[in-house]
């Protein structure tokens, strides 16, 4: 697998006013990188920023990718022409998507090594800052979320370098498999332990999903709700 990386995204921090609530700081909105080159380190592309550092950011959520196939299929299902970067991905990517990448699959691109640690979780803040209600929903409910990298090995990536798949250890736990699980607990109990089990699956995930396994969740949670 050879996917290549159409455009890298980075955010800073603004302040947000969908007139439902009282404002808030994100920077889920980022603008698009011309650069020729890009360090990453360990929380991920230099200068890209997490405001809410509780719920984003972290090593094990260090790179933001969604891919340019689900734009398509948002335009074409539901009506929706989205602006680049609609999902507030760093990376926006063409030739894979959340029914082929899995957790733990590990990527090289130029000197950095990265590794699928988890599925996005969509929180309100996409409906809010896209001001379409119930795109979050819509997110969850297609089972097209994205995903994170971790990165194992630190340094540069040009504009031009490519995601080559280098090792898969998992390809029964694909991103869109892991979100239909994840969201019917209450039916796929005996699924939902063995990806708890998944030794690469981020430890912030693996509590959120033992969570919902305990209580036989179904559908969104309450801080995905707008």
Not at 4 to 19: L, V
Not at 58 to 86: Q, T
Not at 160 to 179: E, G, M
């Amino acid at each position: 697998m050879d996917i290549e990386i159409k455009h890298i995204f980075s955010g800073k921090p603004q302040t947000i006013n969908d007139g439902k609530r009282e404002p808030y700081f994100s920077s889920y909105q980022k603008s698009l990188m011309t650069r020729s080159s890009f360090l990453i380190n360990k929380e991920g592309l230099k200068g890209d920023t997490q405001s809410d550092r509780e719920s984003h950011g972290g090593e094990d959520k260090a790179i933001c990718v969604y891919s340019l196939e689900d734009y398509d299929f948002f335009e074409k299902r539901h009506n929706l022409l989205l602006p680049p970067s609609a999902f507030g991905e760093n990376f926006s990517i063409v030739g894979a998507n959340d029914r082929n990448i899995c957790i733990g699959d590990q990527f090289a691109c130029g000197e950095v090594i990265f590794e699928v640690s988890q599925p996005r979780q969509p929180c309100w803040k996409i409906s809010s800052i896209m001001g379409i209600k119930n795109l979050t929903a819509m997110l969850v409910k297609e089972h097209r979320s994205g995903f994170y990298l971790r990165v194992l090995q630190e340094g540069e990536m040009k504009s031009t370098d490519r995601l080559k798949l280098i090792s898969r250890h998992y390809p029964q736990f694909t991103i869109a498999f892991v979100n239909q699980i994840a969201f019917n607990a209450k039916d796929n109990q005996e699924a939902i332990q063995a990806i708890i089990r998944c030794p690469k699956l981020s430890e912030a995930y693996r509590v959120s999903l033992e969570e919902r396994y305990r209580h036989k969740e179904q559908g969104l949670q309450e801080w995905q709700l707008d």
